[in-house]
């Protein structure tokens, strides 16, 4: 497996691989109606954050992308099939680490409030800590992780 940075022409790959998903899946549509376009996903990597693909023989099966004024984890999406070899963990390793080299003590990020989903579980399993749900907003309902540096 191949981890590295994603670039302006990667843009599609992260909206395909984020469109595939089965838990905590939304369309391009529904993503947009959240801002989130191809657009604004072009803007955020020329400004304050960085995504990473992973690859196995060269094909694209997950990302992870990160926001450094935020401080949030934006997202983190592996292919139906390729869970369980390491992905998700070496691109949450690779975010976090980025993070911690920008001298940040502390970043969050939003997923389904519901323990049995894989997401939580696996966020928990990487030590980060559940802090409540979000009250209000478009991510109303969803549980915050937060994790400190070491």
């Not at 990160?66 to 369980?84: D, S």
């Amino acid at each position: 497996m191949n981890i590295r940075i994603a670039q302006l022409d990667d843009v599609e790959t992260l909206f395909e691989i984020r469109t595939s998903v089965v838990e905590n899946y939304q369309s391009r549509e529904e993503i947009a109606e959240l801002g989130i376009t191809p657009e604004s996903v072009a803007k955020m990597l020329k400004t304050d954050c960085c995504a990473w693909i992973a690859e196995i023989d060269d094909r694209a099966i997950g990302f992870s992308i990160a926001n450094a004024t935020e401080k949030t984890i934006v997202g983190m999406f592996v292919l139906l099939g390729f869970e369980g070899q390491g992905a998700g963990r070496a691109l949450m390793q690779v975010a976090e680490t980025w993070f911690w080299s920008k001298e940040i003590e502390e970043i969050w990020l939003l997923t389904g409030n519901d323990p049995s989903l894989r997401a939580y579980g696996f966020y928990l399993h990487l030590n980060w800590i559940p802090v409540g749900v979000e009250s209000e907003g478009d991510f109303k309902g969803e549980m915050k992780f937060i994790k400190k540096r070491p």
